[in-house]
């Protein structure tokens, strides 16, 4: 199975900041990474699939970038609507599906 | 609206089980794969199963294989995932969630592009 590991597990920024997450898959995975967020009490939402493809309705602060077993995801500058947990996935091998372990951004 | 609704979470004792349920709305459920995702209270996204549009292909985490079956009924525009044997870390919000596919130079990226609000399932005595 292709293991999936965030970085930072949590951090603390302010409204503004300029915030990144990382993912390393555990093998090349090419660019079948997908970004999603989750707010305490919902659902995730997709926010970025195929590494850098912004889904529908996404605010274009939100941005992702890496191929093979590297990636990033770029929030230019935090608004408070976007704390919360984000979670990465990959779809390059399945099954299984298998999610990253989060990273919580938090209010400094 | 595209919506999701899950249903039939609860208490239920070590052993037993529960049949969760999905209903879709608002868009053509037959011609979506589906999936079953949980998460463990404060712990992260745990993928459970898949199904093929069509209800041929199925897959399963190894964790649940053998105890939870998946299934559809397009026709009624539900999903379907029957839990057995649980166990206390089966104790999770259970979501279903449609595949998203986009064609690309390289092949689909697959995504889970909506969700349900997740039906809870507790397993205690």
């Known amino acids: 199975d292709i293991q999936m590991t965030q970085s930072p597990s949590s951090l603390s920024a302010s409204v503004g900041d300029r915030v990144t997450i990382t993912c390393r898959a555990s093998?090349?995975?090419?660019?079948?990474l997908n970004w999603y967020q989750q707010k305490p009490g919902k659902a995730p939402k997709l926010l970025i699939y195929g590494a850098s493809s912004l889904q529908s309705g996404v605010p274009s602060r939100f941005s992702g970038s890496g191929s093979g077993t590297d990636f990033t995801l770029t929030i230019s500058s935090l608004q408070p609507e976007d704390f919360a947990t984000y979670y990465c996935?990959?779809?390059?091998?399945?099954?299984?599906?298998?999610f990253g372990g989060g990273t919580k951004v938090e209010i400094k | 609206e595209v919506q999701l609704v899950e249903s039939g979470g609860g208490l239920v004792q070590p052993g037993g089980s529960l049949r969760l349920s999905c209903v879709a709305s608002?868009?053509?459920?037959?011609?979506?794969?589906m999936n079953w995702v949980r998460q463990a209270p404060g712990k992260g996204l745990d993928w459970l199963s898949y199904?093929?549009?069509?209800?041929?292909?199925?897959d399963y985490a190894d964790s649940v294989k053998g105890r939870f079956t998946i299934s559809r009924d397009n026709a009624k525009n539900s999903l379907y995932l029957q839990v057995n044997s649980l166990r206390a870390e089966d104790t999770a919000v259970y979501y279903c969630?449609?595949?998203?596919?986009?064609?690309?130079?390289?092949?689909?990226?697959?995504?889970?592009?909506?969700w349900g609000q997740g039906t809870t399932v507790t397993v205690s005595s």
């Open positions: 199904i093929s549009s069509g209800g041929s292909s199925i």
């Open positions: 969630a449609r595949t998203l596919a986009v064609a690309s130079l390289v092949g689909y990226y697959y995504g889970m592009d909506v």
């Open positions: 996935q990959q779809s390059f091998t399945t099954p299984p599906i298998t």
């Open positions: 608002g868009f053509t459920f037959s011609s979506y794969e």
């Open positions: 093998q090349s995975i090419s660019g079948f």
